[in-house]
């Protein structure tokens, strides 16, 4: 039967992805968590990978990260329930290491129906797997909180919440982030993408990136000049301007 409502492919893509066995995380997860929140929410948050508890529940941010995210929203002015939440990949990494390339590449088509799925207008990135989607040589350091237009969809890298979790300092700096977001989606819902603001890869950024994991390089006060190359949609044309909200 070809499925026609959002509803109808949002289960078929469930139950690809629950029975998938692209790879190796198949093996030693126990649940697939896809992903859960209205299918016409505005604002889409994609996270890194299950942990223990979504692992074991088949749902997405349930643990401590998750009861942070739930607070945060909150700062946004969002509930839980209204917005659409997913990871970047859908089965647990054993003992939560980072994903590795592969990995990320075979679930990145189940995100791809995601996004085309639930279209929303404002899509926050939370930690740094999901921000290289979108600025593969940027640092979350620099650019957290800060809203880019890519492709005409608005962008907002954050830090993942289990970072605050680790880094008490990190803490203020994401309610900070939330809050401004709540005027992100506002001016968004309004259609008002009015470009502001130019913005350049720099030498000083890249620095940055190299030198330390980026959610442990949290560098002063949000910055004015930020710098953001090789978003997709223009790949390999090196840097690049990229229009930022006020
Ligand atoms: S992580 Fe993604 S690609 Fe790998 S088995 Fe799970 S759903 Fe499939």
Known sequence: MIAVTKEERARELYDLIRACRMCALAETRTRAVPGEGPLDADVMFIGEAPGMHEDQQGRPFVGAAGQFLTELLAEAGLRRDEVYICNVLKCRPPGNRDPLPGEIAACAEYLDLQIDLVDPLVIVTLGRFS????????????????????????????????????????REVMVEDFRRLAEVIARARSGATAAVERVRWSDDTQKTHSAAPAEEAVQGPPIEDASISGAAGDPGTGPQQIPLFE
């Open 131 to 170: 921000m290289a989607r979108w600025f593969p040589q940027a640092a979350i350091s620099r650019i957290h909180g800060r809203p880019a237009t890519v492709d005409g969809r608005v962008i907002v890298p954050m830090y993942h919440p289990a970072a605050a979790l680790r880094q008490a300092n990190l």
